[in-house]
């Protein structure tokens, strides 16, 4: 695209590029894929339940009119990783947005953490990020483009009381971000990490159960408010269009104020 001559809005369209959401049936995944097939992108939904998948793309497809597929899979199974993007290469032979949205938190004091839940925390928001992150290299450096967005959080600048391995996942995700955009800028592949602060996901729905925590967490942004699934999208359609073109190794703060204090 030659920047000089494009108006502004077409810097923002995904027409003919094909986007690979992980964790892509709910949350926020499901939300930016909607946002990507509302901009012409053909999406790919991927998260651990074929139906749960299966349903979201349906549902993107007859909302967009865009082709929405699923591909099931385990982030932090190696080849169940390998196996959906070499999928998505065969099928469109190319691959134009990774968004790396499977996450989980759990809750307690370290004195009181289970060494397997912390575990598994890493296992899905550390290292299966860095399992998709080496399959899109592998398939968006020798094309030459491609927009890979780390789904980090308001916790990857701040700590937060019972959340050690999420803290310490999503702070991770910045330095592998800044790492793979080091690596990645000579063969025109972007990553960015992308910072939610406080959604109404399925993740932070048990807070639900205890309003003054809500109250508590709600109050450390400026906002003081939940944020709505729709309000992610903006942000995730500039990272993964060519209006973000000059930008890599970058966190982009959606957080309602949270990293301002």
């Not at 929405?68 to 196996?83: C, N």
């Not at 899905?124 to 080496?134: A, D, F, H, K, S």
């Not at 094309?143 to 600048?157: E, H, M, Y």
């Not at 990645?184 to 960015?192: I, L």
Request: a negative charge; glycine letters at 10%; charged letters at 20%.
């Amino acid at each position: 695209m030659n920047m000089a001559d494009a108006n502004v809005m077409n810097q923002f369209k995904l027409e003919g590029k094909v986007a690979l959401v992980m964790g892509g049936s709910k949350g926020l995944g499901k939300s930016m894929a909607l946002g990507f097939a509302q901009a012409g992108a053909t999406t790919v939904i991927s998260a651990r339940t074929e139906a749960d998948c299966e349903a979201t793309a349906l549902e993107i497809s007859n909302e967009t009119g865009q082709e929405s597929i699923a591909l099931a899979g385990d982030v932090t199974k190696e080849a169940d990783v390998d196996r959906i993007f070499n999928a998505v290469n065969e099928k469109y032979g190319h691959l134009d947005v990774v968004v790396n949205s499977a996450g989980i938190n759990v809750r307690h004091l370290i004195e009181d953490f289970p060494l397997d839940e912390f575990q598994k925390v890493m296992d899905i928001n550390m290292t299966g990020v860095w399992l998709c992150c080496r399959a899109a290299a592998r398939i968006m450096k020798p094309q030459g483009s491609g927009s890979v967005i780390n789904v980090a959080s308001a916790l990857s600048g701040v700590g937060l009381q019972e959340r050690s391995p999420y803290c310490a996942s999503k702070h991770g995700l910045i330095g592998l971000t800044k790492t793979l955009a080091l690596e990645w800028a000579s063969s025109g592949v972007r990553c960015n990490a992308l910072c939610p602060g406080p959604f109404l996901t399925e993740i932070n729905v048990p807070l639900l159960k205890e309003p003054e925590k809500v109250a508590s967490l709600l109050s450390l942004t400026a906002l003081n408010r939940w944020a709505e699934l729709e309000e992610i999208r903006g942000a995730g359609l500039f990272l993964a269009s060519d209006a973000s073109s000059f930008m890599t190794g970058a966190s982009l703060y959606i957080d309602g104020g949270w990293n301002a204090h």
